[in-house]
């Protein structure tokens, strides 16, 4: 089983930029690896994934061109820069890893961002 930790989230003013950081320990093999986040009283959602081998990403609509996610392998560590920031990217992000193609089976304590107006 694979330990995800992430860190990096705080509060930011609308427009400003936050990097989150993700460190995986444990399980070593996976297929990909990604960002989910949660606002309160919504669903969680899927915000970007990176293949691990192949470095290929994608994003969520509501993301794209102001997010941007990367993978260092050497430190089995992926990253999420946000840029841009609005209100309605404030959540709590979560880390996850597919181990097996398909099933986002492991999961981080998540970190708290907060984008003020």
């Known amino acids: 089983q694979a330990q995800l930790v992430e860190s990096g989230g705080g509060l930011v003013q609308a427009g400003g930029s936050l990097r989150l950081s993700c460190s995986a320990s444990?399980?070593?093999?996976?297929?990909?690896m990604g960002w989910f986040r949660q606002a309160p009283g919504k669903e969680r959602e899927y915000v970007a994934g990176?293949?691990?081998?192949?470095?290929?990403?994608s994003y969520a609509d509501s993301v794209k061109g102001r997010f941007t996610i990367s993978r260092e392998k050497p430190k089995n560590m992926i990253y999420l820069q946000m840029n841009s920031l609005k209100p309605d990217d404030t959540a709590v992000y979560y880390c996850?890893?597919?181990?097996?193609?398909?099933?986002?089976?492991?999961w981080g304590q998540g970190t708290q961002v907060t984008v003020s107006s």
């Open positions: 996850a890893a597919q181990v097996i193609k398909g099933s986002w089976s492991e």
């Open positions: 444990g399980r070593t093999f996976k297929y990909a």
């Open positions: 990176i293949i691990w081998s192949a470095s290929s990403s």
